[in-house]
């Protein structure tokens, strides 16, 4: 399944000049949330994933799939004040402002396999921001996947060092 030709792109959100990747278009065919689901999970299946990772709120989504899909555990982080209990938090810059993430404290034990997944690796500051937490609570983390790369933005110099894997690039 061509998995492009079920993403819709609208101009200007959520400010004008940027070109927003719709999912919800791909994720609502039967057949496209399944190839999604398995084309994220692949790389990483007997890899000892202990936990995956979503980043609010796509990557809740695509997350909480993957996980299942790996018989692994779900770790939510959110944007501030979201969270109910004890939280770390990390600020980073977007394409279009800044913004920062939240995590429990008590969410990843010491040495314990991590996988971040989100929906889009843009300029790559929500994810170096998502790794910071995970390596402030001592987690080992195993990989960076996204269903999108935004190729020409060169998120991927943000995540130097880390394994990074996303299924379509633009």
Same mark, same amino acid.
Do not use: C, W
């Given at each position: 399944?061509?998995?492009?030709?079920?993403?819709?792109?609208?101009p200007d959100f959520p400010k004008p000049g940027i070109l927003f990747y719709?999912?919800?278009?791909?994720?609502?065919? &039967?057949?496209?949330?399944?190839?999604?689901?398995?084309? !994220?999970? $692949?790389?990483?299946?007997?890899?000892?994933?202990?936990?995956?990772?979503?980043?609010?709120?796509?990557?809740?989504?695509?997350?909480?799939?993957?996980?299942?899909?790996?018989?692994?555990?779900?770790? &939510?982080?959110?944007? &501030?004040?979201?969270?109910? %209990?004890?939280?770390?938090?990390?600020?980073?810059?977007l394409e279009y402002g800044t913004d920062a993430l939240e995590i429990h404290?008590d969410a990843i034990q010491r040495g314990q396999r991590i996988l971040i997944?989100?929906?889009?690796?843009?300029?790559?500051?929500?994810?170096?921001? %998502?790794?910071?937490?995970?390596?402030?609570?001592?987690?080992? !983390?195993?990989? !960076?996947?996204?269903?999108?790369?935004?190729?020409?933005?060169?998120?991927?110099?943000? !995540?130097?060092? $880390?394994?990074? #894997?996303?299924?379509?690039? #633009?």
């Open positions: 399944m061509d998995l492009k030709q079920h993403i819709r792109h609208v719709d999912i919800t278009t791909l994720l609502r065919n &039967p057949g496209g949330l399944k190839a999604t689901i398995d084309r !994220l999970s $692949e790389p990483y299946e007997g890899k000892g994933i202990e936990a995956v990772i979503g980043i609010e709120s796509r990557g809740f989504i695509l997350g909480a799939t993957v996980a299942e899909r790996l018989g692994a555990g779900f770790i &939510p982080i959110r944007k &501030p004040g979201k969270l109910p %209990a004890k939280s770390l938090r990390e600020s980073y810059a404290e997944v989100d929906d889009v690796l843009a300029t790559g500051g929500t994810a170096a921001a %998502a790794a910071g937490l995970v390596k402030q609570l001592g987690g080992e !983390l195993h990989g !960076l996947a996204f269903l999108i790369e935004l190729s020409f933005l060169n998120g991927k110099s943000k !995540l130097s060092g $880390e394994q990074v #894997y996303s299924v379509l690039q #633009y």
